[in-house]
T-cell receptor
């Protein structure tokens, strides 16, 4: 069974700090990596995707991918209370037909 | 709004009832998905449809029966469910098949089985 592992948290950071969310995956054939944010009682919404090793930045968010280590992370700079949510890591299966999701990490940003 | 709608938003049913969940996407996508989200568990993929054809059934019990009449509509027919089937059921769509294209989620149906 291919798996995506995330620390469930909660991860607590003060407002303005950098939040670092981590994810490891077991399928070496995975090529596409996604970060979704899910507020309580809402559906997941896409934050970022990354396909290549290295960093990808979008505003306050940076996704980092290391395929050799099978590791993907999400950095949130200048964290805001509105960033408080559960962050889901998703990885495509080797067949490319579906996404495998982690359980998510709950982030709490205190003002 | 993501362009994916789901009805009803909340559903309470008994174990002997038959009900259906509906999903509609207005994005012109070709692939649609049903997921189950239970507390403390990862999102579980249930079914995948690509151009109306089912491409994946993730060992889902037969009490869940999907139907995809066209690329814009997806149904999940429910019958003789169990209390452990209570969960949030999410529909999603993507332009191409799941692995590389971004999936957009609907708001979900919160199902309670008594």
């Amino acid at each position: 069974q291919k798996e995506v592992e995330q620390n469930s948290g909660p991860l607590s950071v003060p407002e303005g700090a950098i939040a670092s969310l981590n994810c490891t995956y077991s399928d070496r054939g995975s090529q596409s990596f996604f970060w979704y944010r899910q507020y309580s009682g809402k559906s997941p919404e896409l934050i970022m995707f990354i396909y290549s090793n290295g960093d990808k930045e979008d505003g306050r968010f940076t996704a980092q991918l290391n395929k050799a280590s099978q590791y993907v992370s999400l950095l949130i700079r200048d964290s805001q209370p509105s960033d408080s949510a559960t962050y889901l890591c998703a990885v495509n299966n080797q067949a490319g037909t579906a996404l495998i999701f982690g359980k998510g990490t709950t982030l709490s940003v205190s003002s | 709004e993501t362009g994916v709608t789901q009805t009803p938003r909340h559903l309470v049913m008994g174990m002997t009832n038959k009900k259906s969940l509906k999903c509609e996407q207005h994005l012109g996508h070709n692939a649609m998905y049903w997921y189950k989200q239970s507390a403390k568990k990862p999102l579980e993929l249930m079914f995948v449809y690509n151009f109306k054809e089912q491409t994946e059934n993730n060992s889902v019990p037969s009490r869940f029966s999907p139907e995809c009449p066209n690329s814009s509509h997806l149904f999940l027919h429910l019958h003789t469910l169990q209390p452990e089937d209570s969960a949030l059921y999410l529909c999603a769509s993507s332009q191409g098949l799941g692995g590389t294209d971004t999936q957009y989620f609907g708001p979900g149906t919160r199902l309670t089985v008594l």
